[in-house]
């Protein structure tokens, strides 16, 4: 059963400092991997999909990378603002399967 | 550009009552879902359909029942609610391509059963 895991579950930092987010998963064998955004009340927001074939994906300050042998994704954030608070989340699609596993979240925090 | 619609955003209901959430999306996404988070436990699968006139079960599918008579429309039904189905639940859609595609969620609906 694929297992997806974000550590560590919170995090806070001063603005401006680039920040690297974690996710790993337990079966190589995905599709793909999303990274999402949630904020209070709200839905999720779609961040950057990596293909399984693809290494890494960009989109403005944010940067998120594949590793499927070892089992792990990172998403950087550059400069991070306030503005960037919020939970992200990142879920993998399983191969041969139609469903996204989910990790649980991390919850950040950027203090101005 | 509405993209994934949930109705109601809110509900209370009592314990053995029954309700329907419905979910809508206009980007003619062939795969619909329901999810439900709950605090610690992340996003959990209920149901999920591939298209129009199909449904299949998630992880956690017990107490709930859906249908997809419409292509655009993914309906979620309580037969009997229960406390503990108290839960924020969301709904995602997305296309079917050679490559598996962006997920689209709505904004939730936020149920509690008393």
């Known amino acids: 059963k694929q297992e997806v895991t974000q550590i560590p579950a919170a995090l806070s930092v001063p603005e401006g400092e680039n920040l690297v987010l974690n996710c790993s998963f337990t079966?190589?064998?995905?599709?793909?991997l999303q990274w999402f955004r949630q904020d209070p009340g709200k839905g999720l927001t779609s961040l950057l999909l990596?293909?399984?074939?693809?290494r890494e994906q960009t989109s403005g300050r944010l940067n998120a990378s594949l590793d499927k042998s070892s089992g792990r994704s990172t998403l950087y954030i550059a400069a991070s603002q306030p503005g960037d608070s919020a939970t992200y989340l990142c879920a993998v699609t399983q191969g041969g399967s139609e469903k996204l596993v989910f990790g649980k979240g991390m919850k950040l925090t950027v203090n101005p | 550009n509405a993209g994934v619609t949930q109705t109601p955003k809110f509900r209370v209901l009592k314990t053995g009552q029954s309700m329907t959430l419905l979910c809508a999306q206009d980007m003619n996404h062939e795969y619909m879902y329901w999810y439900r988070q709950d605090p610690g436990m992340g996003l959990r699968l209920i149901h999920y359909s591939v298209g129009e006139g199909t449904t299949a079960k998630g992880e956690v599918p017990d107490g709930y029942n859906v249908s997809r008579l419409k292509k655009q429309n993914f309906l979620l039904g309580l037969e009997s609610a229960a406390p503990s189905q108290t839960s924020v639940y969301f709904c995602?859609?997305?296309?079917?391509?050679?490559?598996?595609?962006?997920?689209?969620f709505g904004e939730g609906s936020r149920l509690t059963v008393l």
């Open positions: 995602a859609s997305r296309r079917l391509a050679g490559w598996v595609g962006e997920l689209f």
């Open positions: 990596i293909q399984s074939s693809q």
């Open positions: 079966d190589s064998a995905i599709y793909n």
